[in-house]
């Protein structure tokens, strides 16, 4: 039997880096995408051995997707609009909880060119994280980040599906190993 190769080797920095954080950690992530479309369980899964945490991607574009997929509640998307830190927060506590997971991700944005406005600009994201600790330890958690990208579709895309990672890794970080 060969050895792992290093999975820094296989994949852009911080997919590896978060990779052999959550390897490291025994966590498990799941990701629930809107603008990025699939991109960040893609991210994820060019790491050799991610099948050792990444558990699921699901893309829920739409608000009723969000609402019976991940139990984003109708109130939010009401009062906050699909594009907001609530929303953020329910997409990523749903996905972890669905997913049974330690972690849970969320992107949800406007990647444009149009449908921006003064109050949510083109390039506007927010990226949920929730965290399931250990039952009984009342050390679980959800928050969510503001973010605006510049750039084209593409850019934005890409720019939030990598600090995604980035603040996934971070929080893995502050929690510490299980």
């Known amino acids: 039997m060969g050895t792992r190769p290093d999975r820094r080797d296989m994949a852009d ?24 479309g699939g991109l960040v369980g893609s991210l994820l899964t060019d790491v050799p051995g991610s099948s050792d945490y990444f558990d699921r991607s699901l893309v829920t574009y739409s608000n009723d997707a969000k609402q019976s997929e991940l139990a984003v509640s109708r109130e939010s998307l009401d009062e906050h609009g699909a594009v907001s830190a609530p929303v953020a927060r329910e997409m990523a506590q749903g996905i972890r909880d669905v997913a049974r997971t330690t972690w849970g991700v969320s992107t949800t944005g406007i990647a444009g060119p149009t449908g921006g ?14 965290y399931a600790g250990e039952w009984g330890t009342e050390e679980s958690f959800t928050a969510a980040e503001r973010y605006v990208f510049d750039g084209d579709r593409r850019d934005v895309k890409e720019a939030s599906a990598k600090q995604v990672l980035r603040d996934v890794r971070d929080a893995v970080d502050d929690v510490g190993p299980s």
């Not at 406005?117 to 929730?130: I, N, R, S, Y």
């Open 13 to 36: 920095d911080i997919e590896a880096e978060l990779g052999e954080i959550l390897d490291a950690a025994t966590h498990t992530i799941a990701v629930a995408e809107s603008l990025t």
């Open 117 to 130: 406005t003064e109050e949510k600009p083109v390039g506007l994201v927010f990226v949920g994280v929730a």
